[in-house]
């Protein structure tokens, strides 16, 4: 593309993030299983919050979204003054990539991991590096082989998408301690509500005890408010001190907030859709494993199925499409012979079983 602007290389490189959609062309109920949203949809109280708050939109929001800080933190436990809001996760990861990146240093993150990483970090300037997996998890030896002096920020997803793999709090914790203090590690929660496996860590211990590690979350996943675009981070005041520099001061929007306060409120909304999630999953994988797919283990909202070729996981999604379920191309992870589905309802993920037993007879048919 040419442009008479003189834009920094790096940004002329950005594929700009394509989302999974929303809409196809279908008589079929429509099943949206692209974006690892809530099936069941937010809680009717967090509507009601956002909804009540709108009479009062002449007025611009809480800049330090001080009520739902509060909120968090009585919830969770983290002090309050260690706490930021962003307009979704991805908000943060790019207020970090912004403030701690510069041209010339570079951006870690583990060969899979979450998109965002490398755009934000390409949109600052810094070099975006992704350090080879072992079996679609992070290598911890690699990551830190990876180190340079020029290393500002590492990004780890835990839980990763698109991959539903997790690295463990050892694995975090060596990571961490192979670093210098001048160098962030930023551990994107995403999906951590979900997990309950033993050896799993948030990373919040480590942003407890550190001044270098800062965790994300996000309100988008399990809570259902993808819509209302709202995230947050916790962190020491030191970079805390350093991310509200360069963050717009009404980056959250009022009915966003009182949305996510509200949802915090409604905890047994929340943990149904945990139980349902956690539920299916297990036989979401033991299923379509049975159909003699590869099927990832993963302890997200959602599972990556290997076709075993581009070819014919393209074949597919354009198979599935047809029955009206929208599912992840994850090509641009380098992960072309995968789809990724979000876990949806029971009668959604038993739509798919069949779907899927349709689809492999029909090869079988040469159809
Ligand atoms: C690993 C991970 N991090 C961050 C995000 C961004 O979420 P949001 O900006 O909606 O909070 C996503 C969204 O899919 C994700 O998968």
Redesign the pocket.
């Known amino acids: 593309m040419s442009s008479d602007f003189d834009i920094k290389d790096s940004i002329m490189t950005i594929h700009p993030y394509s989302p999974g959609e929303s809409k196809i062309d279908t008589d079929f109920p429509l099943r949206q299983l692209a974006?690892?949203e809530a099936p069941l949809g937010p809680s009717p109280k967090a509507v009601e919050a956002a909804q009540d708050s709108l009479v009062t939109a002449n007025r611009y929001p809480d800049s330090s979204a001080a009520a739902l800080r509060a909120k968090i933190s009585e919830r969770f436990g983290f002090p309050a003054e260690n706490l930021i809001c962003g307009a979704?996760?991805?908000e943060l990861i790019s207020l970090i990539c912004a403030a701690f990146a510069e041209e010339g240093s570079e951006v870690l993150y583990s060969q899979h991991g979450?998109l965002?990483y490398k755009i934000s970090a390409l949109a600052a300037g810094a070099t975006p590096v992704a350090v080879p997996e072992t079996d679609l998890r992070m290598n911890v030896d690699n990551m830190i082989a990876a180190l340079t002096e020029r290393t500002r920020v590492v990004f780890v997803?835990n839980p990763?998408?698109p991959t539903g793999s997790y690295s463990t709090g050892e694995e975090l914790a060596r990571l961490h301690a192979a670093l210098p203090p001048s160098t962030l590690l930023a551990i994107?929660a995403?999906?951590s509500e979900y997990v309950d496996a033993d050896d799993y860590s948030d990373g919040s211990d480590l942003v407890a005890t550190h001044s270098n590690v800062m965790m994300t979350r996000?309100f988008?996943k399990l809570f259902g408010l993808?819509a209302l675009?709202i995230?947050w981070g916790y962190a020491s005041e030191d970079v805390i001190a350093i991310l509200n520099r360069v963050r717009g001061p009404f980056n959250v929007s009022v009915p966003a907030q009182a949305a996510a306060t509200a949802a915090l409120d409604d905890w047994d909304w929340a943990m149904n859709a945990k139980e349902l999630n956690n539920r299916l999953l297990p036989v979401v994988i033991q299923r379509i494993r049975g159909m003699g797919l590869q099927v990832y283990d993963s302890v997200g909202n959602f599972v990556l199925i290997d076709f075993g070729s581009a070819e014919r996981s393209t074949a597919a999604d354009a198979y599935l499409r047809s029955q009206g379920v929208i599912g992840r191309s994850v090509a641009a992870y380098g992960l072309a012979s995968c789809l990724r589905m979000t876990i949806g309802t029971e009668a959604d993920m038993d739509f798919i079983f069949g779907a899927l037993e349709r689809f492999i007879d029909s090869e079988s048919k040469g159809a």
């Open positions: 974006a690892n979704g996760s991805d979450f965002m997803a990763n998408n994107d995403a999906y996000t988008s993808a675009r995230g």
